[in-house]
C-alpha cells in the first residue's frame, strides 16, 4: 500500500474527503518526525511503537574488496509492533 492508497482508506473508513485524510496523514507522520527528532519515544496501543536508539560506531568491511572500514555512530529509528497488531497479522496463518 503506497501514501495515495492508505489516504483512500482513511477517507473511506472515517468518512472524510480525500484532502481532509491526506492532511491528517501529512500532520500524523510529521507529528511522529518532530517527536522522534527530539528523542521521544511513541507508543500507540494496539499498533505499536517508535523510538529512536544509538548504534555505536564499529568496524565493516567492504563487500568487494574485503577491506576494513569505519562505520559511524548514528541514531536509529526502532518500530516495535504491538501485541494487537502482531496478532492480526498472524492469524492469517
Known sequence: MNKA??????????KITKA????ALDATIESI???????DRIGL???GSFSVAKRAARTGRN??????IKIAAK?????KAG???????NKGK
Open 5 to 14: 492508497e492508505l489516504i483512500d482508506a482513511i477517507s473511506a473508513s472515517a
Open 20 to 23: 481532509d485524510a491526506g492532511r
Open 33 to 39: 518526525h518532530k517527536a522522534l527528532k527530539k528523542g
Open 45 to 47: 496501543v494496539g499498533f
Open 63 to 68: 563487500p568487494q574488496t574485503g577491506k576494513e
Open 75 to 79: 541514531k536509529v529509528v526502532k518500530f
Open 83 to 89: 501485541s494487537e497488531l502482531a496478532g492480526s497479522v
